[in-house]
């Protein structure tokens, strides 16, 4: 080993050459980690706190249904499209954000919320434009869909098995309801016409949802599916 400074042959133990005081490189040298001339980063940034976002979306949703009432009552001297807007905002923030304000949000609470605010909103819509659907199109329909996804929503978070039978479950129960919702939607806006479109839905529905049981039920079909399509 010769020093790469003055060409001096060092011994394999030297760790400084004794005429010029060059360090040599050696394997056995471990050398220190210095600190780099430059960031290693070309453009280094810091992490934006989550909570910092939902506090500057939620002022703005407050800026925002100040200005839409303010205007609406300088304009109409009362409230009257601001009403609609101000009740989509709170649906949103409602449906969207409010869960965002807790670190492990529960589905089974957050979900009825969600359909609890749309109710709310399509009644204040009902009783401002003066209809007569509420209860009997709106009500059931925002009810029942509510009260599927809280069940479905609520059986996956707190049973671990069977999801097969409860996604399968869920398809029936809709496609079991669509009958339904076209004869309340017949009966409140086309006065009481007959079931058109109704079946093709339900039979797509209960056959896929009936094609999930029966690959809950038989595991070689369920292995093959899985091999297919990698689910």
């Not at 940034?45 to 909570?51: A, E, G, L, R």
């Not at 009432?69 to 905002?89: A, F, K, M, P, R």
């Not at 939607?185 to 479109?197: R, S």
Request: hydrophobic share 50%; charged share 10%.
């Amino acid at each position: 080993m010769y020093c790469i400074t003055c060409g001096v042959k060092l011994s394999d133990t030297e760790k400084q050459c004794p005429l010029c005081g060059t360090i040599p490189f050696h394997p056995d040298i471990v050398m220190p980690d210095a600190l780099p001339l430059f960031p290693q980063e070309r453009n280094p940034h810091t992490k934006v706190s989550p909570w910092g976002i939902l506090w500057v979306v939620s002022g703005l949703m407050v800026v925002a249904i100040l200005t839409v009432l303010l205007c609406d009552l300088q304009l109409s001297g009362g409230v009257t499209w601001s009403g609609y807007v101000i009740g989509g905002l709170g649906v949103c923030y409602v449906t969207f954000l409010l869960p965002l304000w807790f670190k492990k949000p529960n589905p089974a609470v957050f979900v009825p919320c969600a359909f609890l605010s749309i109710g709310l909103y399509l009644l204040y819509i009902n009783l401002a434009t003066g209809g007569h659907w509420f209860l009997s199109f709106a009500f059931p329909v925002v009810g029942f869909f509510g009260l599927l996804l809280t069940t479905v929503t609520t059986l996956l978070r707190y049973i671990r098995k069977g999801r097969l039978y409860i996604y399968g479950g869920g398809f029936i129960a809709l496609g079991g309801f669509m009958p339904l919702m076209e004869f309340l939607l017949n009966h409140t806006f086309l006065n009481g016409k007959q079931l058109l479109w109704a079946y093709f839905p339900m039979g797509a529905l209960v056959l896929f949802g009936g094609f999930l049981v029966f690959l809950a039920l038989c595991r070689p079909a369920r292995e093959v599916m899985t091999r297919k399509f990698f689910i």
